[in-house]
């Protein structure tokens, strides 16, 4: 009964369902009554659907600048999920009005067929030449309209088509904007460590699986940059992380493994000494013969990378041009698609 109500009744009182965003018909009538308007407004009802998807497009480079923020990832991806709800459900009313058109123009044509023969057999049971040609003007007259019925319906079903090429469009550049989103949330949160899995003596042995998937994700821009766990130099000392590009970042971008240390924001910064002055080593092992590639640097007094952290994170330190990829499978720098990288702060 529910369902006869909201979607099939015929005598219910309904609105025009393009009112919210912008169809300016404001009668409120019988749904059969609607009908007429939804056919003479579809190419109208169209260009609102375009221009609501533009707005959305929008709002979407307006959040922007929200990405950067932890606070707001929930919202901003919520935001994602309800512009793409609403696009699809814009699809699929144009999938329902399309089929309801195709079941028209189908209607038309079966009727189109059978008028020749229904009035030929009028004329012949009348016997007159006068009444065949009233049949035969008659039949000319319905003919046209048909026929124009039938053209408007095609360039209706033509426009919907595109429509519906370009909504397609969208919800593809969309799904690709919460790809890129999800992965710079990402990037911004390294992994939480689970308790027994601290590390408080200034040493990280942190263990990559899965690298060529990752490797894909990097190349394909889906998520270029991974964190690991962080970890201390001591109960109570500096907290830090480490970030990789898989396929490289600045320079090293394309042809090299970019290694970086990052300096976080910790519960005991206010006991530290600061800027953070420490020896830092990078190392990629080797799994076979322990040829390990080690790149080592002093930390930077001047450097913001090693002030006092103001925000969760400092701006990242080490190389771009940690590790050239082709260099890869000279050794057992991967080994059951498993990488292992290795930090040293003292």
């Known amino acids: 009964m529910r369902k006869h109500q909201t979607e099939e009744c015929e005598e219910i009182d309904v609105e025009c ?17 609607l009908g007429k308007h939804y056919k003479d407004a579809s190419r109208f009802h169209i260009q609102l659907l375009l221009r609501f998807i533009f707005v959305l497009q929008g709002e979407m480079q307006k959040l922007a600048p929200k990405f950067e923020c932890f606070a707001t990832k929930q919202l901003v991806l919520d ?8 696009i699809s459900a814009e699809i699929k009313t144009m999938e329902n009005k399309f089929s309801t058109m195709m079941a028209t123009i189908n209607g038309l044509i079966r009727r189109l067929e ?22 035969e003007v008659r039949m000319g007259k319905e003919i046209e309209q048909l026929q124009a019925k039938n053209s408007r319906l095609e360039t209706q079903q033509r426009e919907a088509m595109e429509a519906m090429e370009r909504y397609q469009n969208k919800m593809e550049q969309i799904d690709q904007s919460v790809a890129v989103i999800t992965a710079r949330f990402a990037d911004l949160e390294p992994r939480e460590p689970s308790q027994t899995k601290l590390n408080y003596n200034g040493v990280l042995l942190w263990k990559i699986e899965g690298y060529q998937r ?5 190349i394909n821009g889906v998520k270029t940059t991974i964190f690991s766990t962080y970890f201390y130099t001591s109960e109570f000392g500096y907290k830090m992380c480490a970030k990789l590009y898989m396929n490289g970042d600045g320079f090293g971008k394309g042809s090299h493994l970019s290694l ?15 800027p953070l002055q420490k020896k830092i080593t990078m190392m990629l092992l080797d799994q076979a013969n322990g040829d390990h590639m080690i790149d080592a640097f002093n930390s930077d007094p001047q450097s913001s990378s090693f002030q006092r952290p103001r925000s969760d994170m400092n701006i990242a330190s080490g190389s771009p041009l940690f590790m050239p990829l082709g260099s890869l499978n000279n050794r057992q720098y991967i080994n059951d698609d498993v990488m292992f990288i290795k930090i040293i702060v003292d």
Not at 260 to 274: C, E, R, S
């Open 17 to 33: 369902d393009y009112k919210s965003i912008g169809c300016d018909y404001t009668k409120v009538g019988k749904r059969k009554e």
């Open 79 to 86: 935001e994602v999920n309800r512009i793409k709800d609403a």
């Open 114 to 135: 059978n008028v020749d023969l229904n009035e030929a057999s009028k004329s012949n049971d009348s016997g007159s030449n006068a009444e065949m040609r009233r049949v």
């Open 214 to 218: 990752k490797r894909q994700d990097a």
């Open 260 to 274: 970086f240390f990052v300096v976080m924001k910790g519960d005991y910064d206010a006991l530290q000494t600061w």
